[in-house]
């Protein structure tokens, strides 16, 4: 008996508002338009808190401050790099309609001196995703990719994702065989990530973690042969419906890098084939 129940509380799968992300994600109201969080550092990509953790965190604190549920278009620009730790997120309501809601979001943290950091700011307009037209007209496809048992994780590989860490344990991550040339020291030089994508907790995505999607396979850049942390400058996400429950397929591009810097534009598929999430960054490549 005690082993059953111990086996089925391994297999046991995390629902919405009761996993792991939305307790990382969780806000507490300290006075109006005023957050207080604390930043996971199971969600750290070498030593900086992912942005698109960041982001989804933001959303949260704005679903709290405004009077429309789902993110709509959120747009970040991530000023200095977060670490884990306690933060502050203050809220600013722009404007509120019938059918759309805007307000700012900034978090803040902690330097050794005391005295407060703007780590990431965020302009969104939020609405009731349920509530829009079904209509749809569309050119997008789903991308080609071989089955999910067919592609490969963390852990299939000869060498492990560079500077690889805390976040991949927290992700189902199954990657695109073509697009995992870098692992081996073969990059393809497309500029191309495709892959398989859920939370390892088997947490089912809504459109707050949907945030995280856009921004949490391995960058573009690695296949340009390019390793070492990218990171984002700017980010802005459009969600365009609530996903249905499954895996999610997600595909990154870039076309353009010039400068030091490189776009990356996402796309996120749910199982039913819908178009759930799109997104551009602008984010500074790493050195070849």
């Known amino acids: 008996m005690a082993q059953a129940a111990t086996q089925a509380a391994e297999t046991a799968q995390a629902t919405i508002g009761d996993s792991e992300f939305d307790r990382d994600t969780a806000v507490t109201l300290r006075e109006e338009g005023v957050y207080d969080a604390e930043l996971s550092a199971g969600w750290t990509i070498i030593r900086a808190v992912n942005g698109g953790y960041l982001l989804a965190l933001l959303g949260r604190a704005l679903g709290e401050a405004l009077p429309h549920p789902d993110p709509l278009s959120v747009s970040a620009h991530y000023l200095t790099a977060s670490v884990p730790g306690p933060a502050v997120i203050r809220t600013q309501v722009v404007r509120t309609g019938r059918t759309l809601s805007t307000g700012e979001a900034s978090l803040f943290q902690y330097a050794d001196d005391g005295t407060e950091v703007e780590r990431i700011r965020v302009l969104a307009t939020y609405c009731d995703l349920g509530a829009l037209s079904d209509e749809i007209r569309t050119t997008a496809t789903v991308p080609a990719m071989p089955p999910r048992e067919h592609c490969l994780g963390p852990s299939d590989g000869p060498a492990p994702i560079p500077g690889s860490s805390a976040i991949t344990e927290r992700l189902d991550i199954k990657l695109d065989p073509a697009t995992i040339g870098w692992a081996v020291g073969q990059p393809s030089g497309r500029g191309e990530m495709r892959g398989w994508f859920g939370l390892a907790d088997g947490r089912d995505a809504d459109p707050l973690s949907l945030l995280l999607t856009v921004d949490a396979l391995p960058p573009t850049s690695f296949e340009l042969g390019l390793k070492g942390w990218t990171p984002t400058v700017e980010l802005t996400a459009h969600i365009r419906c609530r996903p249905a429950p499954g895996p999610l397929r997600v595909s990154i591009t870039t076309r353009n ?32």
């Open 257 to 288: 890098l010039a400068g030091g810097f490189l776009e990356e534009d996402a796309d996120v598929w749910d199982s039913a084939d819908r178009l759930v999430a799109q997104s551009r960054q602008l984010a500074k490549a790493p050195r070849g």
